[in-house]
């Protein structure tokens, strides 16, 4: 049985050095799931000198959004990180 994807839906993205992304990407996701969010799709996109991360998570309230976002923003070595709306 599937659950129903809840409304609030934000796609994060941010760049990493090569030497640091298996760690960023795995703090990023567990601030997420501490959080309360669901992720729906992850994408990694390599360049030559940095690696581009693509997050597409849900939450039952956008608060939890906007908290994840401010945590991830103290993480060293994310760079460019943005939010949209899907």
Not at 68 to 77: E, K, P, S, T, W
Request: hydrophobic share 45%.
């Amino acid at each position: 049985m599937h659950k129903p994807i809840p409304p609030h839906q934000r796609q994060i993205s941010f760049h990493v050095d090569k030497r640091q992304t298996l760690d960023a990407l795995e703090m990023a996701l567990a601030i997420a799931r501490r959080g309360g969010l669901g992720l729906h799709s992850l994408q990694l996109r390599s360049r030559e000198d940095a690696d581009a991360i693509f997050l597409d998570l849900h939450a039952p309230d956008p608060d939890l959004l906007e908290l994840f976002i401010a945590r991830l923003r103290n993480v060293v070595g994310i760079d460019g990180l943005s939010c949209s709306a899907p």
